[in-house]
């Protein structure tokens, strides 16, 4: 058989086992009653999934599926995530699975994805230490302190292009379009590709999920095939004529600390796709809770060094990513359950940063909360999200800037449309008009 009719045989494999298997298999859950799997397959859910992780939290700190083990439970997620002896995240890293499954998880040697090795969110220390340590400086808040006045520019320039306009999908038209240009800027990305970006991340974002049909399976896999391959031709361009952008470095880095083709890709991926798909998320739902929220609004117009503590209330309120999972990498006890090696525990973020044993009246966005930072929107240990500080300036430029231009802007009732996703919570359009 070919190599191409090799993969498509794992691709397909993958898929049965990925998503119908594990996707059946939540589903009869979810029918069962399971919180967490109703709020993976109830696309209602989407709305307000809290009451469904106040249910979970009811059932214990920590439970156990025939799939998964799952925590909402505060301490347990930060601990989990800072545990490296314990949990890791390479699918079948330490054995346990039949080969012809380990082989399939693998994924196509050829193809990077930010779900599978060498992505830095799928490699375990020592490899993630090494790839981490050449991407880290771009996003140091020194570094950073360059990119505020770009990030100001881009938005005003944007505010620009709405004003005048009575009312605005300020998803598509702001909250989508800041974080992709100055995630673009940083990495070196042509403005004239951001809109085919968008697109690619865009269906590309249930690659996160579980349970996909076979046909947005194959969209997924369809949009990181044509990143792979524009990211292969951008590198040759790279190579023969650097630019000053971190994936000018990455490629012409010292041989010793070069990355091969594969790892750059993952890595530019990565960068790339968690660098706009999750910051949308954090302004558009950033619009929906302020919007509203008059007492809010007028205390960070009087106070705009307020801004940082609303953001970290948001990212705690409406946590942008809502999932994530670690396989135990041995026999472990976690809050008196027993884990064995080889076990995934899914890390529900959103419902820990709702744990009302953390944060009394978690459902009440407040500003004055004391502990807000406390949150593991940006997840904890060594993948502790890179794009940290990057996210939280934009969410702070971007949302003080639109609200300060616009101080009469309405959010018009019942315009928000959800993203049907799992991990990433976020409006898809939300309709606001701004001068009323
Ligand atoms: C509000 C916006 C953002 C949120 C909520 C967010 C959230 C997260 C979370 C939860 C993780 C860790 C997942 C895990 O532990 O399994 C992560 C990792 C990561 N994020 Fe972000 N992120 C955001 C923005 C960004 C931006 C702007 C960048 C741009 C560089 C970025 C780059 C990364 C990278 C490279 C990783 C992998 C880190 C590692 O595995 O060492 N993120 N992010």
Known sequence: MSSRGVEAVRSQLRWLILHRGAGTLTRRLARNGNPIARYMF?????????????????????????????????????????????????????????????WAMRGDPELAS????????????????????????????????????????????????????????????????????????ILGVPEDMHAQFLAWGHTAAPVL???????QYREVTGSIKAMNLWFIEHFANLRRKPGDDILSQLVNADPDDRLNDLELRATALLLLGAGFETTVNLLGSG????????????????????????????????????ITGRMALQDTVVDGVAISKNQPLVCMLGAANRDP?????????????????????????????????????????????????FPNLEVMPHSGVRRDLQSLRGYESLTVRLSV
Not at 210 to 215: A, E, M, P
Not at 375 to 385: N, P, R
């Open 287 to 322: 619009v929906a809770v302020l919007g509203p929220d008059e007492k809010a609004r007028d205390r960070l117009a009087a106070d705009p060094d307020l801004w940082p503590q609303a953001v970290e209330e948001l990212l705690r309120f409406e946590s942008p990513v809502q």
């Open 42 to 102: 109830e696309s209602g859910a989407r709305d307000n999934p809290y009451p469904l992780f106040d249910e979970a939290r009811q059932l214990g700190r920590i439970t156990q599926t025939s799939m998964f083990f799952i925590t909402t439970d505060h301490t347990i997620v930060s601990n989990v995530l800072r545990d490296g002896q314990s949990f890791g995240v390479q699918i079948g890293s330490s054995g346990g699975m039949p080969r012809l499954v380990r």
């Open 114 to 185: 930010v779900v599978d090795p060498p992505s830095l969110l799928a490699v375990d220390p020592p490899t993630h230490t090494r790839y981490r340590r050449l991407v880290t400086k771009p996003f140091t808040p020194r570094a950073l302190q360059q990119v505020a006045d770009r990030v100001e520019e881009r938005a005003g320039q944007l505010l620009d292009r709405i004003a005048g306009r009575d009312s605005v999908d300020i998803v598509a038209e702001y909250a989508g379009q800041l974080p992709v240009a100055v995630i673009a800027e």
């Open 209 to 215: 999920d579980i349970g996909l049909s076979h046909r």
């Open 357 to 405: 044993a953390v944060f009394p009246n978690p459902n009440v966005y407040d500003l004055d909360r004391p502990n807000s930072r406390d949150h593991v929107a940006f997840s904890a240990g060594v993948h502790y999200c890179l794009g940290a500080n990057l996210a939280k300036m934009e969410g702070v430029t971007g949302l003080r800037l639109l609200f300060e231009r």
